[in-house]
T-cell receptor, first 114, second 109 residues
């Protein structure tokens, strides 16, 4: 257990529905990252926050994806009008923002879109 | 573009030494990290290199050559529990990780 928690751990939804995932980082970490991972691939960067500011969003991310970190603590990732291609593991990570930039990953939310 | 290349699979026996290579091509480079991921689990940090040379942490060592855009992870005294996927990841100017596709290590008894 790294101290990063994610909820829910599993989500099954029908195509076209909206889903929202939550990530609670390690409390003193000011950077928070979202990644997506499909079977046999490495995690793929989606977006990241420094405190409450969203500083970068992947160009691969469609407008159906949005993320927030309203008070610089927990973060939510919402996917609107889900598609079968959205099925993946969604990983959250946090870091102190030091030079080494070690990121601590949560257990992930596994999404299945039917 | 940005890319990292790793072998897809490596097999070794318990007690052996194995080296997992990683070559990268990125715009901007801060450091190379290595993560371990067991099936169904989250990636966990193993090591980080920002400068050329070898970093040792217990049974694991990591090497970086910035001029060659190359690094490797060395695992010694392999144990069955080391069976997992290993990812190299580059951090560039924007702090996010760019991950390789991973190397699946199988340790045989």
């Amino acid at each position: 257990d790294t101290g990063v928690s994610q909820d829910p751990r599993h989500k099954i939804t029908k195509r076209g529905q909206n889903v929202t995932f939550r990530c609670d980082p390690i409390s003193e970490h000011n950077r928070l990252y979202w990644y997506r991972q499909t079977l046999g691939q490495g995690p793929e960067f989606l977006t990241y926050f420094q405190n409450e500011a969203q500083l970068e969003k992947s160009r691969l991310l469609s407008d159906r994806f949005s993320a927030e970190r309203p008070k610089g603590s927990f973060s939510t990732l919402e996917i609107q009008r889900t598609e079968q291609g959205d099925s993946a593991m969604y990983l959250c990570a946090s870091s102190l923002g030091d030079a080494q930039e070690t990121q601590y990953f949560g257990p992930g939310t596994r999404l299945l879109v039917l | 573009g940005q890319s990292l290349e790793q072998p897809s699979e490596v097999t070794a026996v318990e007690g052996a030494i194995v080296q997992i290579n990683c070559t990268y091509q990125t715009s901007g480079f801060y450091g190379l990290s290595w993560y371990q991921q067991h099936d169904g689990g989250a990636p966990t940090f193993l090591s980080y290199n920002a400068l050329d040379g070898l970093e040792e942490t217990g049974r694991f060592s990591s090497f970086l050559s910035r001029s060659d855009s190359y690094g490797y992870l060395l695992l010694q005294e392999l144990q069955m529990k080391d069976s997992a996927s290993y990812f190299c990841a580059v951090t560039s100017g924007t702090y996010k990780y760019i991950f390789g596709t991973g190397t699946r290590l199988k340790v045989l008894a």
